[in-house]
């Protein structure tokens, strides 16, 4: 029978800086990446010929490679083909910013169409222009759809910070391997890393329910 | 007022309007009927170029289209020329997120073509005329069809076009609620306001109708006043339409 030993994870400081740098890195590149995502989702549904294809392409191969690969190749790959001297901490985000942007991109979108053809016609017999239509008759309905798939992403987003820790970025999951490295007690450190993440988004999803309630 | 000739539209290797000639004087209000396919809302929905029209000529309170299959109508001449019509859908097609009042505004704000007390004011007077003042800041949701399709009517009539266009603008509504639609309308027909109306109802055809177009297959088959054409119907596909919508 294995005894579980927690006075093993009792270290205030370094998970705190941890959890710190998790929560900024999962802030910072969920909200980048929803830029991102507006900005090539109005592109995608205002039918721009050739930049359509250009963030097609873009999307797939970001929703459709792992992950992984994306935040070591921004972090090594990129400054050797380049020759560009990133920092650090910038460049081990960029791969899960623009992982944010693919998926927002394609929840915009999907927002944006799923508001029915109606909507659109009424504001056309109205005289609307395209973007008063969309300011003022599409967004606003489609915002409200948009809400429960984007917590949902920016949710995965937070837990994604996970795979930093193979750049070196100090984040929960890094500090819990080096933890493990010293302890040799991976049980009581994973599950404890695991605790904090529950204990962040737990606010998060509750405050998108009651988001979700009101409208 | 509204002048069509020889008005096509295909969608594919589909023909769905033939040729149509239409003619509506100003104060007129013309009822299409037919049996669904021919056509009639396809008509509609060319006169305010929802659909691109593939051939033919289009006037419309003095602005002029004509199409050959290839015309792309830019988008600002294409508003200029929608200008000229409200229309009122099947579905209402309420800005849900927006209560009634605001509905009835869109128009005129969102245009800028009024201040808000100005578009508030307009808005206020045609929920009056449509009997819906007491309703002005519940949201579509909150409303029966009947007075939703009331509130799209104003909504329409915010932006004073010349020609008001309904799409059977009774067919989604239960029963009992299409009368006070009709009656809106009616009220309309009696201040002079030009129309144009699908629809399966054949007492308003009959009694507010000053003209009635009967299309099937893409055609015009008969057009006339409603005593003429309802009551003495010269082909035998009108007597048989006639047969099976009175019962």
């Known amino acids: ?215 | 007022m509204i002048d069509v000739r020889n008005l096509r539209k295909s969608f594919g290797t589909l023909e769905v309007l033939k040729g149509i000639d239409l003619e509506v004087a100003a104060g007129d209000v013309a009822v299409l009927i037919g049996p669904s396919g021919c056509g009639k809302s396809t008509l509609l929905r060319c006169l305010n170029l929802l659909e691109t029209p593939s051939a033919g000529r289009l006037e419309i309170a003095g602005r002029k289209l004509e199409f050959d299959g290839t015309t792309r109508v830019p988008e600002r001449q294409q508003a200029e020329f929608r200008s000229a019509t409200g229309m009122v859908f099947q579905n209402f097609n309420l800005f849900p997120h927006m209560t009634v009042l605001e509905n009835v505004m869109s128009g005129p704000l969102l245009n800028g073509l009024k201040s808000k007390a100005e578009a508030k004011k307009l808005a206020l007077a045609l929920l009056d005329r449509v009997g819906l003042s007491q309703k002005t800041d519940l949201y579509p949701r909150q409303i029966s069809g009947g007075q939703a399709q009331r509130v799209a009517i104003a909504r329409a009539l915010a932006l004073e076009p010349k020609v008001m266009l309904f799409d059977e603008p009774t067919s989604a509504l239960d029963p009992e609620l299409v009368g006070e639609v009709l009656e809106v309308m009616q009220s309309l027909a009696r201040d002079g306001t030009t129309m144009i109306v699908v629809t399966h109802e054949m007492g308003f055809a009959r009694e507010v109708a000053s003209k009635v177009v009967f299309m099937e297959g893409g055609h015009v088959l008969e057009s006339g006043p409603p005593a003429e054409v309802l009551g003495a119907p010269r082909t035998e596909r009108l007597r048989s339409f006639l047969s099976k919508v009175e019962h």
């Not at chain 1, 705190?16 to 109005?42: K, M, N």
């Not at chain 1, 460049?91 to 693919?102: E, I, N, P, R, V």
């Not at chain 1, 394609?106 to 056309?124: H, N």
Request: hydrophobic share 55%; with cysteine.
């Open chain 1, 1 to 215: 029978m294995y005894e579980f030993d927690w006075s093993v994870v009792m270290d205030p400081q370094l998970w705190l800086s941890a959890v710190g740098v998790t929560v900024a890195y999962a802030v910072v590149t969920s909200i980048a990446g929803l830029l991102i995502g507006v900005v090539l989702g109005l592109a995608l549904v205002s039918r721009i010929p050739v930049l359509g294809w250009i963030i097609r392409i873009y999307i797939h191969v970001f929703r459709c490679t792992p992950l992984l690969v994306q935040i070591v190749w921004f972090f090594y790959a990129l400054p050797m083909i380049t020759g560009w001297t990133l920092p650090d901490w910038f460049a081990a985000g960029l791969g899960l910013t623009l992982y944010m942007g693919a998926f927002s991109a394609e929840i915009f979108r999907a927002g944006v169409i799923s508001i029915e053809k109606g909507q659109w016609e009424a504001s056309t017999v109205l005289g609307f222009s395209y973007w008063t239509k969309m300011r003022h008759i599409i967004l606003p309905q489609a915002t409200r759809r948009m809400i429960p798939p984007i917590v949902s992403q920016a949710i995965l987003q937070l837990k994604n910070t996970s795979l930093l820790s193979v750049v070196a970025v100090p984040d929960i999951m890094y500090a819990a391997g080096g933890l493990t490295m010293s302890t040799y007690r991976p049980l009581e450190v994973y599950t404890f890393a695991a605790l904090l993440y529950l204990v962040v988004l737990t606010p998060v999803t509750l405050l998108a329910n009651r988001f979700e309630l009101k409208h």
